[in-house]
Each structure stands twice: as C-alpha cells, then as structure tokens.
C-alpha cells in the first residue's frame, strides 16, 4: 500500500490555523517538512504552498451535497470553512449554524480532528525507495531549475507521446481544455514532464476505460487532475513504484502528488502557482523611472515605484516585494543610506537589492549587502538577466 507521513499531530495542524495567513510563522512550520519534502527557495512561496495544502483539505472535507447542511455531519466542516476559509467571526458563525458558543468549540475540536486525519492519511507523501541512487544521481546531474510553467501548455506538449502507448493498449486519453486560459506554475519543465508522463502512463496502464485530465485550480494552488474512469479491479504490476517515482519528482520542484482511491481513481498533481513577483524601483528620475518599469512589466513583473528613498524600506515591507532596484544618486535619502536601512532591518534584510547607478562601485554596493551592481545606461536585456539571476524565475 501507499505509505504517508504518521507524525502529522492536532498540535502542528492547530498552530498552523492559528497563523494560517502569516507568512513568516507559514514559512518555518513543521509541518512543511512532513507535507512538502522539497521547499522553495522564497519564504513567501513556501508559505503559499503550506496555506494551500491546508485549504484544500479543508474544502475536501465537505459533506455530500445530499445531506442539509445545517445538518450535524456539516458542522465541524462548517464551522472550518467559515472561521479559516471565508473569515467569519465566532459569533457570527455560531449564528449562522444555530449553535451555542459550548457547541461552537465541541465542532471546532471535531473539524481539526478530521482535517488532521485528511493531512496524515489522504495527502500522500510517496517515498522513494531505498537504494534507488541512480534516479537520486541522475536528479544532482540534471540540476533544478524553477520557472513559469503553463499547465496547458505541458499537457499539449506530453500528449503526443503517449498515442502510441494508447493505441496499443486501446485505451483513450483526452484533455479537457481550460476555459480561464493558461495555468501558470512555479516549476522545474523537465522534472514537471517527467512526473506527468509518468503518471500518465500508470493511468493508461490501469484505467478499465478512457483516462481524462484537466488541469484546475484550488483555493491557493493550481494542479493537474488524471482521473481513471474507471480503474481496473487488479493495478497493474509496478502501478505503486510508478507512482512513488512521480511524486519523488513532484517534491524535488516544491509541488506534491496527491492519490485518492475510490470507484474513480484521481491522482492529483499540484505545484505553487506563480505570482508576479513585485520589485520595488527607488529611483527619483521620473524617465528611467518609468524606462525601468517599460522593461520589466512587459516580462510578468509588478512594480512599484518611489522617487523617496526615505519610503523604501516601508513600501518593501507592505508589498511583500521580491526586489529592490535601488539608484544611488538621489536627494532625499542616498540610496547607500537606503541600503543599509534595508539590510538592517530583520524584515526586509533579506529581500536582495540591485543597485542601479552611473556609480561604479560594485565592491562598496556588495560590501553593504547588495545582490549587484548595474551601471547606467542600462538595457533591457542586462536589466531583465540581472533580475533574473537574483530572483530565480
């Protein structure tokens, strides 16, 4: 049988729904290391994996539709939706479920019960199995190489080879398209496409009928879903060592697979979705100000933007950013100032900094914590490779 992670306690499950939209708190819990083998490289990232592996759970909580659901089976998942997922006060859902505020907490206990059990028994960390060094050392050649990955797009490009594969074992294969357009991820291309066709190729081997996929998303995550409709009595010989490749290769780019067994088997392939990371530009010349944020808006890029070098380390903070462009040359605050003004805050002191300036002094801008040194005039193309050496995507 599959194996999974037996230390997931209430304790851990409690404290991360208590900092359930805390980043840092998020970023450093426990349970990450017991749900999520491979962590990303950026905390925020880490802790949106976290948040959503836990949302999802809760929503798989919900009772069959059939049921009232003011009825005692919906309670404990109720009272979680409500106080984690839509953020309702205590009092307001007690008053939305007719119940006391003792009942209240007797529900609360039960749904932590149940989402703890969800964690440790149905989101499946398949381990790789001893003595498996080649795979482990062909994974330390290759390398990891984390990017934007359209979901789509990877599902349309592994498709055609597996037509062989389904015309010899005369099954189908069809891809539902996506109405809402591409599905953008954080995720290695190359171990992305072999954990699908791995998967794939499991679900041709063992489905009785056709194997569909769609890709979707979840609360705060987007997956791949390969349903076998509907599985064979007996899986074939190999099904389980497959599978534990798969999700081997899911945990080294930071995602996870996820298997739920029944009359339709689903195998779940999730990776964090991509977000636009924000990079903060201080620079007080409103031309290159806005030459700046031309280049990096047309690559997937959000910028904010101050000619105030006095308002960086706060405009850092409230938007979470990823970079700092920083210019030297500026009246208010000089950007050295800045800069040791960031790197001396424990909240912003890891965020990287670019200094952008006609100063050339690459050894002082290190020296005071900067990621590196651009020298104006900047292009486009020395801008952007910059960027993307210091953030990774």
Known sequence: MLSHEPAITEELVRDALAHLYDNKHLSQHPLLSLLVRRRLPDP??????LRGI??????????????PPLSKEWRPYSVLAYRYLDGLSDDEIQRRLAISERQFYRELKAGIELLTAHLAGQVKQLALPEGNEALSDSLRRVGLQLERLDLGELCREVQPLLQRLCQSLGKELQVLPNEAGGRLVVADAALARQALILVLSHALKNAAGRVLVTWESGPQSEFLAVRLCPVQQNLNEGAEETLRLAAHLMEQQGGFLRFSAGQEHVICLHWPPFESPAILVVEDDPGMQRLLGRYLEGHNYRVIATMDGAKAAQLAKDNRVSLVILDVMMRSLDG???????????DTAQIPVLVCSVINEPQLARSLGAAGLLRKPVTAEELLTAVASVIGI
């Not at 925020?44 to 994996?49: C, E, L």
């Not at 050295?336 to 424990?346: E, G, I, M, N, T």
């Open 44 to 49: 925020v990232a880490r802790a949106q994996q």
């Open 336 to 346: 050295w100032a800045v800069l040791q003004q960031l790197k001396s805050d424990p």
């Open 54 to 67: 836990i949302m999802e759970a809760i929503s798989a909580l919900r009772p069959a539709s059939s049921l």
